[in-house]
């Protein structure tokens, strides 16, 4: 079926780095897209989100792309902190649809 | 303001037992969702209920079940428990049901399956 799925399951960088944590959706009429957190052992934190109307969108050191052509997304991390280490995963949403179709997850790990 | 909370944090069932999750959402939040997330995967959607209907449910079997509460808290229920219902349950909550609405999630319920 549909599905929002991620190039890389793990990505490793140095303190201080940007990092881009890639993301392929297949499903064409999904309009809504999240990026979420999700530190070991806790719940998914809410990072930004875009819609099928924009390209991109910044936040507090995160930028978030969407191209639609290719339907990919990314979410691009500027000077990379430990605290930044986590799993972070895209999630899908379409209108009158009422559920987030979640990718794999990619594991962010930070070389000090 | 208190975020999404969810009770227990962590249980342990033995197969064949119930178990219930709870979940109060943060406030003036009226949408209320499940997901199961197993170890190592992204989460899966288990139920969404707004205004206290259930407005979807994703591929799980009748074992699981879910209400909402008239304060919006919500209750998910999983009987005769199997060995792979082992998971991280996540409730989440949304001003509004649907499309474009961000969707705050708790720290969830570790509930495993022995």
């Known amino acids: 079926g549909e599905s929002v799925g991620l190039h890389l399951p793990t990505l490793s960088v140095q303190e201080g780095d940007n990092s881009i944590i890639n993301c392929a959706y297949s499903n064409s009429a999904s309009d809504y897209f999240i990026w979420y957190k999700q530190e070991s052992g806790k719940g998914p934190q809410f990072i930004i989100d875009i819609r099928s109307n924009m390209d991109k969108r910044q936040g507090q050191r995160v930028t978030v792309l969407l191209n639609k052509t290719v339907k990919h997304l990314s979410l691009q991390i500027a000077a990379t902190q430990p605290g930044d280490s986590a799993v972070y995963f895209c999630a899908e949403n379409m209108d009158s649809n009422y559920q987030l179709i979640w990718g794999a997850g990619t594991k962010l790990i930070i070389k000090p | ?114």
Do not use: M
């Not at chain 2, 190592?40 to 879910?66: H, L, V």
């Open chain 2, 1 to 114: 303001d208190a975020g999404v909370t969810q009770s227990p944090t962590h249980l342990i069932k033995t197969r064949g037992q119930h178990v219930t999750l709870r979940c109060s959402p943060i406030s003036g939040h009226k949408s209320v969702s499940w997901y199961q997330q197993v170890l190592g995967q992204g989460p899966q959607f288990i139920f969404q209920y707004y205004e206290k209907e259930e407005r979807g449910r994703g591929n799980f079997p009748d074992r699981f079940s879910a209400r909402q509460f008239p304060n919006y808290s919500s209750e998910l229920n999983v009987n005769a428990l199997l060995l792979g219902d082992s998971a991280l349950y996540l409730c989440a909550s949304s001003t509004l049901t649907g499309y474009g609405n961000t969707i705050y999630f708790g720290e969830g319920s570790w509930l495993t399956v022995v």
